[in-house]
């Protein structure tokens, strides 16, 4: 069974941090490549950062030197450690396969909810 659960988010004023967790189901997990995603407002859902199986990583630009993603294969898990938060950091974060595996119907888990307060 599909399983992504994110947790972690929660209020924060700018400057603060915080550390949001995603456990992944094997079958999704086993994926080469897992991220972190944000929907803003009006816009398309974004990749923030991702990580491969090896480690090598990769990030927006809005959050490069803030953000740092990490996985831990032994428990299925995809971690993001958000430092220097900003108000426009503010939304909903979701992790899951990288683009280039993601199809259409694939399913998303129900997201964490990070609020930075100015």
């Known amino acids: 069974q599909v399983q992504l659960v994110e947790s972690g988010g929660g209020l924060v004023q700018a400057g603060g941090s915080l550390r949001l967790s995603c456990a992944a189901s094997g079958s999704i997990f086993s994926i080469n490549e897992m991220g972190w995603y944000r929907q803003p407002p009006g816009k398309q859902r974004e990749l923030v950062a991702a990580?491969?199986?090896?480690?090598?990583?990769n990030y927006a630009d809005s959050v490069k030197g803030r953000f740092t993603i990490s996985r831990d294969n032994a428990k299925n898990t995809v971690y993001l450690q958000m430092n220097s938060l900003k108000p426009e950091d503010t939304d909903v974060y979701y992790c899951?396969?990288?683009?280039?595996?993601?199809?259409?119907?694939?399913?998303w888990g129900q997201g964490t909810q990070v609020t930075v307060s100015s």
């Open positions: 899951n396969k990288h683009p280039s595996w993601l199809t259409p119907n694939d399913y």
């Open positions: 990580v491969s199986s090896g480690g090598t990583t």
